[in-house]
Protein backbone atom coordinates (compact mmCIF):
# COMPACT_ATOMS: atom_id res chain seq x y z
CA UNK A 1 0.00 0.00 0.00
CA UNK A 2 1.02 3.23 -1.02
CA UNK A 3 2.01 5.95 1.66
CA UNK A 4 -0.53 8.19 2.38
CA UNK A 5 0.44 11.96 1.47
CA UNK A 6 -0.32 14.59 4.21
CA UNK A 7 -1.14 17.25 1.98
CA UNK A 8 -2.72 17.39 -1.75
CA UNK A 9 -1.56 21.40 -2.41
CA UNK A 10 -2.45 22.64 -6.01
CA UNK A 11 0.54 23.32 -8.14
CA UNK A 12 2.14 26.67 -8.20
CA UNK A 13 5.76 28.25 -8.68
CA UNK A 14 7.07 30.80 -5.80
CA UNK A 15 8.26 30.98 -1.67
CA UNK A 16 4.13 31.53 -0.59
CA UNK A 17 2.38 28.49 -2.11
CA UNK A 18 5.14 26.07 -0.55
CA UNK A 19 5.29 28.28 2.72
CA UNK A 20 1.20 27.49 2.61
CA UNK A 21 2.20 24.21 2.13
CA UNK A 22 4.64 23.79 4.83
CA UNK A 23 1.25 25.53 6.98
CA UNK A 24 -0.92 22.90 5.66
CA UNK A 25 0.91 19.77 7.30
CA UNK A 26 0.12 18.18 10.43
CA UNK A 27 3.15 17.93 12.82
CA UNK A 28 5.56 16.70 13.35
CA UNK A 29 5.65 17.01 9.49
CA UNK A 30 5.78 20.52 9.69
CA UNK A 31 8.52 21.11 11.54
CA UNK A 32 10.56 18.22 10.03
CA UNK A 33 9.46 20.06 6.10
CA UNK A 34 10.25 23.17 7.95
CA UNK A 35 13.79 22.29 9.11
CA UNK A 36 14.39 20.59 5.56
CA UNK A 37 13.00 24.07 3.62
CA UNK A 38 15.61 26.48 5.94
CA UNK A 39 18.42 23.64 5.18
CA UNK A 40 18.12 24.59 1.76
CA UNK A 41 17.61 28.56 1.31
CA UNK A 42 20.98 27.96 3.55
CA UNK A 43 22.71 25.98 1.16
CA UNK A 44 21.47 26.64 -2.46
CA UNK A 45 21.78 30.07 -3.84
CA UNK A 46 19.26 31.45 -6.00
CA UNK A 47 16.90 28.91 -4.26
CA UNK A 48 13.61 28.65 -6.60
CA UNK A 49 10.35 26.91 -4.65
CA UNK A 50 6.90 25.68 -6.36
CA UNK A 51 4.87 22.97 -4.91
CA UNK A 52 4.37 20.41 -7.78
CA UNK A 53 2.45 16.84 -7.47
CA UNK A 54 1.66 17.88 -3.61
CA UNK A 55 5.17 18.00 -2.63
CA UNK A 56 7.10 21.64 -2.54
CA UNK A 57 9.88 21.06 -5.10
CA UNK A 58 13.09 22.90 -5.13
CA UNK A 59 15.73 24.16 -7.76
CA UNK A 60 17.39 26.82 -9.46
CA UNK A 61 17.51 28.26 -12.50
CA UNK A 62 18.26 25.32 -14.65
CA UNK A 63 15.45 23.54 -13.23
CA UNK A 64 14.43 21.19 -10.53
CA UNK A 65 16.72 19.19 -8.11
CA UNK A 66 14.74 17.64 -5.38
CA UNK A 67 11.09 17.51 -3.48
CA UNK A 68 10.10 17.34 0.15
CA UNK A 69 6.78 16.03 1.00
CA UNK A 70 5.14 15.56 4.16
CA UNK A 71 3.15 11.84 4.64
CA UNK A 72 1.49 9.84 7.23
CA UNK A 73 4.21 9.46 9.39
CA UNK A 74 6.86 11.10 7.73
CA UNK A 75 8.72 13.50 5.23
CA UNK A 76 10.35 12.74 2.15
CA UNK A 77 13.27 14.47 0.49
CA UNK A 78 14.11 13.00 -2.80
CA UNK A 79 16.64 13.72 -5.19
CA UNK A 80 15.24 13.96 -8.49
CA UNK A 81 18.84 12.87 -9.99
CA UNK A 82 19.72 10.84 -7.31
CA UNK A 83 21.95 8.02 -8.37
CA UNK A 84 24.47 10.59 -9.22
CA UNK A 85 24.72 11.74 -5.74
CA UNK A 86 27.33 10.69 -3.30
CA UNK A 87 26.59 8.68 -1.21
CA UNK A 88 23.82 7.63 -3.09
CA UNK A 89 20.37 8.36 -0.89
CA UNK A 90 19.65 5.09 0.42
CA UNK A 91 15.46 5.40 -0.48
CA UNK A 92 14.19 4.43 -4.14
CA UNK A 93 10.55 6.02 -4.03
CA UNK A 94 7.48 4.62 -6.03
CA UNK A 95 6.35 6.61 -9.36
CA UNK A 96 9.28 9.48 -9.75
CA UNK A 97 11.42 8.28 -11.79
CA UNK A 98 14.25 5.52 -12.24
CA UNK A 99 16.96 7.60 -11.01
CA UNK A 100 15.08 9.78 -8.20
CA UNK A 101 16.53 8.75 -4.24
CA UNK A 102 16.15 10.12 -1.26
CA UNK A 103 15.49 9.48 2.12
CA UNK A 104 12.10 9.31 4.87
CA UNK A 105 12.44 11.38 7.87
CA UNK A 106 10.12 10.33 10.43
CA UNK A 107 11.15 13.28 13.55
CA UNK A 108 13.32 15.79 13.76
CA UNK A 109 15.86 13.66 15.51
CA UNK A 110 16.43 11.98 12.65
CA UNK A 111 17.57 14.79 10.17
CA UNK A 112 20.95 14.26 9.32
CA UNK A 113 21.72 18.16 8.23
CA UNK A 114 24.99 17.51 7.40
CA UNK A 115 23.79 14.50 4.73
CA UNK A 116 21.10 16.40 3.35
CA UNK A 117 23.01 19.56 2.87
CA UNK A 118 26.21 17.76 0.86
CA UNK A 119 23.02 16.27 -1.45
CA UNK A 120 21.77 19.70 -2.19
CA UNK A 121 24.40 21.04 -2.60
CA UNK A 122 25.74 18.21 -5.34
CA UNK A 123 22.14 18.50 -6.74
CA UNK A 124 22.34 22.07 -7.72
CA UNK A 125 25.16 21.11 -10.29
CA UNK A 126 22.84 18.65 -12.01
CA UNK A 127 18.97 20.15 -11.79
CA UNK A 128 16.56 18.26 -14.41
CA UNK A 129 15.74 19.92 -17.06
CA UNK A 130 12.20 19.34 -19.26
CA UNK A 131 12.49 19.04 -22.51
CA UNK A 132 9.83 22.72 -22.54
CA UNK A 133 13.10 23.81 -20.50
CA UNK A 134 15.45 22.20 -23.23
CA UNK A 135 13.65 23.79 -25.99
CA UNK A 136 13.23 27.76 -24.78
CA UNK A 137 17.25 27.30 -23.96
CA UNK A 138 17.93 26.35 -27.09
CA UNK A 139 15.92 29.18 -29.10
Not at 5 to 25: E, I, M, Q, R, T
Not at 78 to 103: E, N, S
Amino acid sequence: MAAEKSSYAKAADGDKPVFDYLASLPEPQRGIAEQVDALAAKTIPGLRRGVKWGMAYYGVEGGWCFASGGFADHVKVMFIKGTDLTPVPPVTPVAMGKATRGVEIGSSDELDALQLASWMSQSVEMPFETAAQRRARSR
